[in-house]
């Protein structure tokens, strides 16, 4: 900010200013006896004219101005004194016990300061009137105080005991204390104090003054008990900071400074040196100061079942960021979404001790508000960031919903607070990338990782399951936009839960999903913290029918898929139960363990039994994968990964339903060939079916060795059957060569030329 003013006489000019609020009681004192003495002066200068106009007009001649008397001055005066000041020390008193520091406010209240020293000063200006008056010839002085001071104090009394009165009410303080931070905010933008900042002891002087003052607000709302200054209290500082962030562009720099005032205030005592020079380098000391202080005011309404005072925090928060937003402030954007994040983490943990997620139902919608803000901003990495962190605390809330099953509904409603955010998404015309990038998350919010929920209630998995409700509500409106794909992507993670039921248990599952989509309507039948909203509700009910049309037709490929997958894992059944055969039917905890897991998972799962006569060329090659991969009685994901890979190398032709069927029809085989002598014998009976169909041809048999190698490679352990097996395959198939161990332990083929 430029300024005309040397720097010099804009600091004395500060510190003149600064001196006379810092000293406010002796400079009310001294002005009031400058007023008492000119007073007297101007009076008696003219007291002579006055009395000649009393006697023309009513006749007051002088001599009876000379017969008043002020023996009477001590009694009327202590009375004045006594009425105020004693007043005054009740009100004050009695206020101060549910008002903290309202006594440092009223020392510093001019007006107050000024009436009391003007009766106390005009007391002892009676006094000395009443005893040196007429000696000193100044008889106009005992009027003075007589039929001035002394009236004018009987009138003021009353409306100033008013004035206590409605001063010491809470609600008064709170405003009289944010307007002064306010008022400190609009004067470090004058060029006057603007300039003195190049001085550190006026920028510790502002910064402890604005410190200081939100103190104040924060022991008030930490002390009174009544919801309506609470809530009062959260809204002027959330006005505070918002005024704050608007203006601090207008600030000198060096009143971001790290100063003696910052590193002694109670906040940043138990910070180290590193959050100190982030805290200067993102000029955020006072944003950080705001946020600590809302965030431990959340908790403290939480544990007093303050939930509509709580929820008034987030919502300022918002309000907040939005500020942000428009400042174009993104290092306080991040500092709003660590604290929103923060404010999770108490809200979950309260609901799981007290079993109330009211909060997090509440929290909730203000997050999104907080996203939906970020959206229409265009601000695409922080939507993503505030997804992730949403995603995450879903999956807390979600694992705990296991034995808390009232937190199951807070996973509904924040799939629903995303669902809008995807609406909105949508409507500011994001990219598909970014927009199917959003939408994973939001279908992420129900499967934490390492989860299993295989020993959930089967009734939140079904058609209870309000969270599938909502992203089928979700996958509603992208039909309704045209947006089939990302239908059909809310569709296949639907049917993720097909693996939990049998077919006919899943369609109607389905069914009764659509159902209750099909008769919902707006609004709840019961009233709810935010009204009654009906979070399940879906506008887009023509499009239930083409929806059930293409879950239909999902789930048939789902389940060849299911079915694939249960082949893997009963070959992973026979790995252990031959495990255990071999251990004198002794397995530790780990493996039985997972035993008794993967039996569980197969029970759950039918599968179709394809018939022996159903063998083609594809089932030879998936055979010798298979017998590869589980010759160590062992088949891991890297190695699933590596049979489908292969597989559609060296047939490309065939897609991935028709490679589910063949897989099951192999894997049934395999299984049904209960002993190595068997399985053996049908690996070289595929090696020679497809030594046929290839027509002998060595470079195409020979791919199919290299896949080999990469299978027996893929566990990083080559055992010796897999050795044997590809073995198998050079002597049948006349390959030239062998194979053996590299220096890394790892399969090579050494061709002979």
Not at 645 to 655: G, R
Request: aromatic residues 12%.
């Amino acid at each position: 900010m430029d300024t005309n003013q040397p720097i010099n006489i804009q600091f004395v000019k500060v510190s003149i200013i600064n001196a006379i609020n810092e000293h406010r009681r002796t400079v009310s004192f001294c002005l009031v006896v400058i007023f008492i003495i000119l007073a007297d002066s101007v009076f008696h200068r003219f007291y002579t004219s006055i009395i000649e106009f009393l006697n023309i007009k009513f006749g007051i001649a002088i001599e009876l101005h000379q017969l008043v008397d002020l023996g009477f001055a001590p009694e009327i005066w202590t009375g004045v004194l006594a009425v105020v000041l004693g007043t005054l020390i009740i009100v004050i008193a009695i206020a101060a016990e549910s008002t903290p520091r309202l006594i440092d406010l009223y020392m510093k209240d001019w007006l107050s300061l000024f009436f009391i020293w003007f009766i106390v000063l005009a007391s002892l200006h009676a006094f000395v009137s009443m005893f040196y008056g007429k000696p000193m010839g100044r008889n106009s002085s005992i009027i003075l105080n007589t039929y001035g001071f002394l009236t004018l104090s009987y009138v003021l009394a009353l409306p100033y005991i008013f004035y206590i009165l409605i001063y010491s009410k809470t609600s008064n303080v709170v405003a009289t204390i944010s307007g002064e931070i306010l008022k400190c905010l609009k004067k470090m933008t004058h060029s006057t104090i603007y300039g003195a900042m190049e001085q550190e002891v006026i920028v510790e002087r502002y910064q402890r003054e604005i410190m200081d003052s939100l103190d104040q607000l924060d022991d008030l709302l930490s002390f009174v008990e009544f919801k309506e200054t609470q809530s009062d209290l959260i809204r002027q500082i959330g006005n505070i900071i918002t005024v704050y962030i608007k203006g601090k562009s207008k600030f000198n720099n060096n009143f971001f400074r790290l100063t003696k005032a910052i590193r002694d205030n109670a906040t940043y005592r138990t910070y180290t040196e590193q959050q100190y020079e982030e805290m200067q380098d993102s000029a955020s000391f006072y944003e950080v100061k705001v946020f600590r202080l809302l965030g431990n005011s959340y908790i403290k309404m939480l544990e007093m079942n303050r939930y509509d005072i709580a929820s008034l925090i987030p919502a300022e928060l918002v309000d907040i960021g939005t500020s942000c937003i428009e400042a174009n402030n993104p290092q306080i954007q991040n500092h709003i979404n660590i604290r929103f994040n923060t404010l999770f983490r108490f809200a979950i943990k309260h609901a799981i001790r007290n079993n109330e997620p009211r909060n997090l139902y509440n929290l909730a919608f203000h997050y999104a508000n907080m996203i939906l803000a970020y959206i229409k901003a265009g601000e695409v990495d922080q939507t993503k960031v505030c997804y992730e962190r949403i995603r995450f605390y879903g999956h807390e809330v979600y694992k705990n919903a296991k034995t808390n099953p009232a937190l199951y509904f807070i996973v509904d409603t924040l799939t629903f607070e995303l669902k809008k955010c995807q609406i909105a998404v949508k409507e500011q015309n994001w990219s598909r990338e970014d927009q199917l990038y959003l939408l994973k998350i939001v279908l992420d919010l129900d499967q934490p990782p390492n989860f299993s929920k295989d020993e959930m209630d089967k009734s939140m998995l079904g058609g209870n399951n309000g969270t599938r409700r909502v992203q089928v509500g979700l996958a509603l409106y992208y039909l309704e936009q045209g947006m089939d794909d990302f239908a059909e992507t809310i569709i296949e993670d639907y049917l993720d839960d097909l693996a939990h039921f049998n077919e006919n248990e899943f369609r109607k599952i389905v069914e009764n999903q659509c159902f209750l989509l099909s008769i919902y309507g707006p609004t709840f039948w019961e009233d709810t913290d935010r009204g009654n909203m009906n979070i399940y509700f879906a506008p887009e009910k023509n499009q239930i029918q083409p929806l059930k049309e293409m879950v239909n037709e999902q789930i048939k490929r789902r389940l060849r898929k299911l079915e694939a997958d249960t082949q893997y894992l009963t070959m992973e059944v026979e790995s252990l139960l031959h495990k255990r055969n071999l251990q004198d039917g002794f397995l530790n905890d780990i493996d039985l363990e997972k035993l008794e897991e993967l039996q569980h998972k197969v029970s759950l799962r039918k599968t179709r039994q394809i018939e022996e006569g159903e063998w083609e060329i594809e089932n030879d090659m998936l055979y010798t994968l298979i017998s590869i991969a589980f010759s160590d009685r062992d088949i891991d994901e890297s190695e699933k990964d590596v049979i489908q890979s292969a597989f559609k190398y060296l047939l490309p032709d065939v897609n991935e339903d028709k490679f589910d069927t063949f897989f099951i029809a192999t894997a049934q085989k395999y299984m049904r060939l209960e002993n190595l002598e068997a399985q053996t014998q049908q690996f070289v009976i595929s090696l020679k079916e497809l030594n046929t169909h290839f027509d002998s041809d060595p470079v195409k048999l020979q791919d199919i060795l290299f896949k080999f190698i990469e299978l027996a490679n893929a566990d990083n352990f080559i055992h010796e059957n897999e050795v044997l097996l590809v073995e198998k395959a050079i002597e049948v198939w006349k390959l030239e060569g062998g194979v053996r161990q590299d220096e890394k332990d790892c399969l090579v083929y050494d061709q002979k030329n």
